[in-house]
Nanobody, 117 residues
Framework: QVQLVESGGGLVQPGGSLRLSCAAS????????MNWYRQAPGKERELVAA????????NYADSVKGRFTISRDNLKNTVYLQMNSLKPEDTAVYYC??????????WGQGTQVTVSS
C-alpha cells in the first residue's frame, strides 16, 4: 500500500532553516510528481511546492519563493523540502502529497514546523 512518512519538523527561530523529508513506498516513486502542502491553525491547507517526476520542473507558492527548495532522490524514494529564512508565518503542519492519477491522492501524517523566538 502507498505510504508517505514525513520527518524533519521542529521548533526553529525566525531566520533559521529546516529540511523536511518524505519517504515514499508502495508505488513507482520515480513516475509521479510530488507535492508539499501546509496547514496553519484556522487556515485551509495550501500548496507550498511541487516537483515533477524527474525533478526537472518545480513550482512554489509566492509566499515561499526564494526561501524554500523542493528536491527529490528517486533512488531513495524520498522528496525533500529545504526551508531557509523561516518566518513565524511559516508555522504549520507540513504534509507530503502524492497525486497518483486514477489510483488516488495520498497524504503523509504531517510534521509540525514551529517558527518562534
Amino acid at each position: 500500500q502507498v505510504q508517505l512518512v514525513e520527518s524533519g519538523g521542529g521548533l526553529v527561530q525566525p531566520g533559521g532553516s529546516l529540511r523536511l523529508s518524505c519517504a515514499a513506498s508502495g508505488f513507482t516513486f520515480s513516475s509521479y510528481s510530488m507535492n508539499w502542502y501546509r496547514q496553519a491553525p484556522g487556515k485551509e491547507r495550501e500548496l507550498v511546492a511541487a516537483i515533477s517526476s524527474t525533478g526537472g520542473s518545480t513550482n512554489y507558492a509566492d509566499s515561499v519563493k526564494g526561501r524554500f527548495t523542493i528536491s527529490r532522490d528517486n533512488l531513495k524514494n524520498t522528496v525533500y523540502l529545504q526551508m531557509n529564512s523561516l518566518k513565524p508565518e511559516d508555522t504549520a503542519v507540513y504534509y507530503c502529497n502524492a497525486p497518483l492519477p486514477i489510483i488516488g491522492s495520498y497524504w503523509g501524517q504531517g510534521t509540525q514546523v514551529t517558527v518562534s523566538s
